[in-house]
């Protein structure tokens, strides 16, 4: 399977499905590449060149889409219009006024949400997702997108597959391709062809992009890469984008849902306007003004402005994010699943004791013990490895035994593995004598030991239960010298046990408090033994529940999983596969999953949760799968970066209720009092400004302080919700607009400029300062307390509003100085606003469902987030380099 020299693929293999039907030499061929030595690097490049990046994706802070998102509302762009032929007209005083406050309002969003996207580039810039290659001879890493049809790539367990793939050198491998066709068994894997014309789901002889590697591992051929590969071509009809997350998806929606009714209502304006024969231009820019500020214009910059913020407040918190869109994800958690060692326990193992089995030493379990392990090197010195038997070669008690395996040579080694829990070593002495020495979970020992001591059961249970951690040596002798098999592990004679204490962490209680008061639901998985798990949780006070093993979850189908892990605490002895199938299972219950892991044999578990944790002291292929990464594992750094994912929600819900509540109640107080005024109620060119002022207050939300009690609960996307308080709040602000008419005309007798003037100021008055009242549930709102920005903005804003009437552009503008007693009844009515807001949200919150009952998760939301793994940032790489 050689040929002479790399050649152009020649278009017979145009993707993965016509690949799978093809022999594996005639795809080699096709790609002129050979197995063992794959591409060169000038060939690499060559085809970067030609193929492009492998993503599905990209996120970079360009100019011009930015600026193209502030600027493609249709009603922006008619108003403009409407404008320009004013200022044909004759009208150029308001024509050049509503240009530039137009202007001025789309350079602020502009700038904030550029800022936010280049944060995002940034934060993005720093994430590698790297897979092994061969190229030029040798097997190097290489960053995910830097991948060529043509590769030879190889796969292990967890990794996620980084292309389209045609295998054609398989061990054992299994692929999770959920992701792609909904299936929730892993697939087998192999090298043969399939006949033409085989279903995506039945391409056993390739390996898909986006899917999980479940078991075994692998070697192929890349046939397809970005949007040429099957996972590519689904993921382009999605919404990518990296900020697109199911709450930014509804916000899109929610906004739409206001273009429509503003749409309706302004043409109704426009026409009550006609016919009571105004100007036809004056009414047109009146009814888009109108139009214009019921739309929340400032939304996609106020959340890329919440995130980006949110990220950076989280570094600081030793909480890092590969994505904005996690900060979200994490707050909407509700099930934490984590490991025990180094999370609730201090992860600093300390070797206790022996305990010999029959007429054992202590002294000989202890010798046998250091003999069996995978982390020595020929001349005895530990070196990396498993944490147990790093503790056992450091602990005192093993210094004059240190030297034992000197006298020892080893001929062979039969791993440590999940399902087995056990290493084997064969080993033979200097008289000649060859000796299996097996160690691992007790369990897993005993079961393939003869003639076990009641004395023996008695003390591992007694060793649990005081929540130690134990592993059991047996040996027998042995008659073959080769490499030890599974099959070997039979009739052993148990020596005794090796007794470890990993102690739990100090903190470790006060974090499951702050969890369990943020509303999460805390589970434990581990491959420890469920007594000693138990024990831990009950020390640090975890909410008390049952334990299954593995064993027990193999007796239990899909529904009597996700219906026993409501009341359980412990998942015990469980394999990687049975920690993704427990998450998978609570994610189909609509939950807002997390899990917490650091090892390869978590990886699969990271993949399939809403959000994977890792911790800085993670494995690569860990770290690769998360999400999230702790610089400190520890629960209390958990705790931080959930509260700020809904801080950061919530600020952001701020800003939606205000606008929605507000400007629907100003919109109809416009469209009520065009029926009865011979004048329109306020100019184009006032609407607008009112709304750049009432817009450049709400940007300091994201600054905002959060209640305690909001923090409490997951946060999630509720548009039933906002519906309802835009439709019951609304209506305040009317009254107060219609007071305000009343007052204008009945008291003051005011001409067209000062009763504009009049309701400009209290509009921006009540509309502004009702966010004191409005971004709490507490009643009365001043016993919670505003960050300084927002107060500083909402006060500076209505105090520049109430100024610009006296000022020497209030001609210009069309605004009239108001008398001094319009102050004091403006003074009235705020406090009358914001009083009977109070009243309402008392009733309003009393009578809101506690939990909105809308479903949270699709199966678009998880190809969306596996999508982002295959995103290109502007940053340098170089396509023909790898790190060997």
């Given amino acids: ?13 145009t993707g993965v499905v016509s690949a799978a039907a093809l022999p594996v030499a005639d795809v080699l061929q096709e790609f002129g590449v050979a197995a063992d030595r794959g591409l060169p690097g000038g060939e690499v490049a060559r085809r970067q060149a030609q193929f492009g990046p492998n993503a599905v994706a990209s996120h970079r802070a360009r100019f011009l889409p930015v600026l193209w998102h502030q600027l493609r509302s249709p009603l922006l762009a008619l108003l403009l219009i409407a404008s320009v032929a004013s200022y044909l007209v004759g009208e150029r005083s308001d024509a050049v006024i509503i240009g530039l406050i137009v202007g001025v309002s789309v350079g602020l969003g502009f700038v904030n949400e550029y800022r936010a996207e280049k944060a995002a580039e940034a934060l993005h810039s720093q994430i590698r997702h790297r897979t092994v290659v061969i190229r030029d001879g040798r097997p190097g890493s290489v960053d995910v997108i830097e991948l060529v049809p043509g590769d030879v790539v190889e796969l292990r367990i967890g990794d996620i597959v980084p292309a389209d793939i045609r295998l054609f050198d398989v061990a054992g491998l299994e692929c999770d391709e959920s992701v792609l066709t909904g299936e929730s068994l892993p697939v087998d894997k192999h090298s043969a062809p399939v006949p033409a014309g085989t279903p995506l789901a039945e391409l056993s002889g390739c390996a898909l992009m986006g899917t999980v590697v479940r078991a075994g591992s692998g070697s192929g051929i890349v046939v397809a890469t970005g949007a040429r590969t099957e996972f590519g071509r689904i993921a382009a009809g999605l919404s990518t984008h990296l900020l697109d997350t199911e709450f930014q998806v509804g916000l899109r929606r929610f906004s739409m849902l206001l273009v429509y009714v503003a749409g309706t209502l302004t043409t109704s304006i426009f026409v009550i306007n006609v016919v009571l024969h105004k100007p036809i231009i004056d009414a047109l820019l009146f009814s888009l003004a109108i139009a214009v500020g019921i739309t929340p214009q400032l939304l996609p910059a106020v959340v890329s402005t919440s995130l980006a913020a949110g990220s950076r407040r989280m570094g600081r918190r030793k909480v890092l994010v590969k994505r904005l869109v996690c900060i979200e994800d994490l707050g909407d958690v509700d099930v934490l699943f984590t490991d025990k060692t180094g999370t609730l326990t201090q992860g600093r193992i300390h070797y206790m004791r022996a305990v010999p089995a029959g007429d054992n030493t202590p002294d000989t379990v202890l010798r046998w013990g250091l003999l069996c392990t995978e982390n020595t090197t020929p001349d005895g010195q530990p070196i990396g490895g498993n944490p147990l038997d790093q503790a056992l070669w450091q602990s005192p008690a093993a210094v004059g035994e240190r030297t034992a395996p000197a006298g020892y040579t080893r001929l062979g080694v039969l791993p440590f593995d999940h399902e087995r ?27 393939r030991c003869s003639d076990v001591p009641a004395a023996a059961h008695d003390a591992l249970a007694a060793e649990f239960t005081a929540g130690n951690r134990v592993v059991a040596v047996a040996t027998r ?17 148990l020596l005794g046990l090796l007794v470890f204490l990993d102690p739990p962490k100090h903190d470790a209680a006060q974090a499951l408090r702050r969890l369990a008061d943020l509303g999460i639901a805390v589970k434990v998985v581990t491959g420890d033994n469920p007594t000693v798990a138990a024990k831990v949780c009950r020390d640090l006070g975890l909410a008390e529940g049952g334990a299954l093993t593995g064993t027990d979850l193999d007796a239990l189908d899909e529904p009597q999983l996700a219906a026993a892990i409501a009341h359980t605490t412990v998942f015990a002895r469980v394999t990687p596969e049975d920690k993704a199938r427990i998450v998978h299972a609570q994610r189909r219950g609509g939950r807002g999953v997390a899990f917490l892991g650091d090892g390869v044999n978590d990886a699969l578990a990271l993949h399939a949760a809403d959000v994977g944790i890792s911790v800085d002291s993670a494995t690569d292929v860990a770290k690769d799968a998360a999400d999230v990464i702790l610089l400190e594992k520890d629960l209390d750094v958990l705790a931080d970066g959930v509260a700020e994912g809904r801080r950061i929600f919530a600020n952001t819900i701020k800003y939606v209720l205000m606008g929605t509540s ?85 008291v003051f007798h005011s001409g067209p400029e000062q009763f504009r003037s009049g309701w400009f100021v209290e509009s921006l008055a009540t509309q502004t300062l009702v966010i004191f009242a409005i971004r709490t549930r507490r009643i009365p709102f001043f016993r919670s307390h505003p960050s300084l920005p927002l107060t500083l903005a909402a006060l500076g804003v209505v105090t520049v509003g109430t100024l610009i009437p006296a000022t020497p552009m209030a001609a210009t503008l069309g605004f009239h100085p108001l008398p001094g007693a319009f102050f004091a009844a403006l003074v009235g009515m705020v406090i009358g606003y914001l009083a009977l807001v109070e009243v309402g949200k008392r009733i309003f919150y009393g009578a809101a469902p506690a939990v909105p009952g809308a479903p949270r ?6 190809l969306r987030r596996r999508a982002a793994y295959f995103t290109t940032a502007r940053r340098r790489h170089n396509p023909s380099s790898a790190e060997p």
């Fill in 477 to 493: 002798p042995a008659d073959s010298s080769g490499p030890p098999q599974p099959a070997d592990e039979h009739d052993l004679r």
């Fill in 857 to 862: 998760y699709s199966s678009r939301r998880h």
């Fill in 421 to 447: 829990r056990m290493v084997t070593v064969l080993v033979r002495d200097t008289a000649g004598h060859v000796t299996l020495v097996t160690k691992g979970a007790p369990e897993s020992v005993l079961d």
């Fill in 1 to 13: 399977m050689t040929v002479s020299a790399p050649a152009q693929p020649t278009g017979s293999v």
């Fill in 662 to 746: 507000s400007n629907f109640g100003n919109m109809a107080s416009a469209a009520g009092a065009s029926l009865f005024l011979p004048f329109l109620p306020m100019l184009p060119s006032q609407i607008l400004l009112n709304n750049l002022l009432y817009d450049t207050s709400q940007l300091a939300i994201p600054t905002d302080n959060v209640d305690e009690e909001q923090l409490r609960r997951p946060s999630h996307w509720d548009i039933g919700f906002i519906r309802r308080f835009m439709l019951y709040f609304g209506p305040f602000s009317s009254v107060f607009d219609f007071l305000t008419f009343g007052v204008m005309l009945g």
